[in-house]
């Protein structure tokens, strides 16, 4: 399903000038560009002629508009722009290029079709905190990548440290299927988990030392047991003809990366560390580096599988 399409207000392009990454409002900024690119190349002329800031609106839009048309080498007439987005996207913006119109059908042929991943605030690749991320459970029921999830291990081995260390939770500790069904639940709708993230600014200290020290056990002991062909798997079906926008506050660059051959050969050697390792690729410009950590809050919520393309080393 397509998103619906929202118009920003003339004075939102200014978060385009913005490179600050403030935790807190980095979401709603990072909408609102996103909103902005999926609406810039037919905005009135209201927007491009205000007083204020119609020469940025033409700017960006000129800007924008010449990266989009690096991406089709054949002839084209016309682009459309639909917002995708979330996870289970893997990219933002699905751009078609359209042919000359057929007057008899009044419709246009597709000449190309790229997704389209917006990056604020980076000009490389390689700078990107990551380029693909997994929920932890998917890792294992629908991907394959694991036997057994970091969810489970810290059920089985640390939650009781945790409940231990947190005298404030008063609320019982749930069944391993109850738990495994709601640790993913960033609303924390389940009183366990609502009696975990209101008691989480206890001992925040200890706190992230015990998922550190969690997540280091559960690579020690399973990262060699991982299935890296799944891994390459949802890197081709996620990354195959898809693009990188990003924009460095000045200036947009397109960066298209070719997975269709990539290989992993395994875990470098020595690279294995308390929250990640890096895996060898053949076949592609960089490595990879595969980092696990909580999304919301440490041992609260949301354990999560962040994919990093590296430098050759």
């Given amino acids: 399903m397509n998103k619906l399409i929202i118009m920003p207000l003339v004075e939102d392009i200014r978060h385009f000038q913005n490179g600050g990454q ?27 002629n205000h007083p204020e800031f119609g020469s940025l609106w033409t700017t960006i839009r000129e800007k924008f508009s010449t990266s989009l ?49 917006f990056k604020h605030n980076n000009s490389n690749v390689l700078d990107l ?27 089985d081995t640390y939650l009781d440290q945790y409940l231990q260390l947190e005298e404030g939770i008063i609320e019982p500790k749930p069944a391993k299927e109850v738990y495994l069904k709601n640790v993913y639940d960033i609303k924390y709708k389940h009183p366990f988990f609502k009696n975990m993230y209101e008691t989480k600014s ?19 002991e399973f990262s060699q047991s991982f299935k890296f062909e799944k891994i390459s798997e949802k ?22 990366l070719e997975v269709e051959d990539i290989q992993i050969l395994g875990i ?33 919520a949301n354990p999560r599988w962040k994919f990093t393309f590296i430098q050759h080393l």
């Fill in 202 to 220: 206890n001992k925040t200290k200890e706190k992230r030392k015990l998922a550190t020290d969690s997540i280091s056990a559960y690579l020690q």
């Fill in 268 to 300: 470098k050697a020595n690279s294995l560390r308390d929250s990640y390792f890096d895996l060898t690729l053949a076949n592609f410009e960089y490595d990879l580096r595969v980092r696990l950590n909580w999304g919301n809050n440490a041992c609260v």
């Fill in 129 to 155: 905190a990551q380029f693909l991320e997994l929920f932890d459970k998917d890792c294992k029921t629908k991907f394959g990548i694991c036997e057994v999830s970091y969810a489970e291990f810290f059920y």
């Fill in 235 to 256: 890197i081709k079906q996620s990354q195959t003809d898809k693009a990188f926008l990003l924009w460095d506050c000045e200036n947009f660059h397109i960066q298209e």
């Fill in 22 to 48: 403030n935790r807190a409002t980095n979401n709603e900024s990072n909408q609102i560009r996103e909103d902005i690119l999926a609406t810039i190349l037919y905005v009135d002329d209201e927007y491009l």
């Fill in 69 to 117: 048309n690096t991406l089709c080498d054949e002839p084209f007439k016309k682009i459309i722009i639909k917002q995708k987005g979330g996870m289970s996207f893997n990219y933002d913006f699905l751009v078609t290029f359209l042919g000359q119109l057929d007057e008899a059908t009044n419709t246009r042929n597709i000449v190309k079709e790229v997704k389209l991943e």
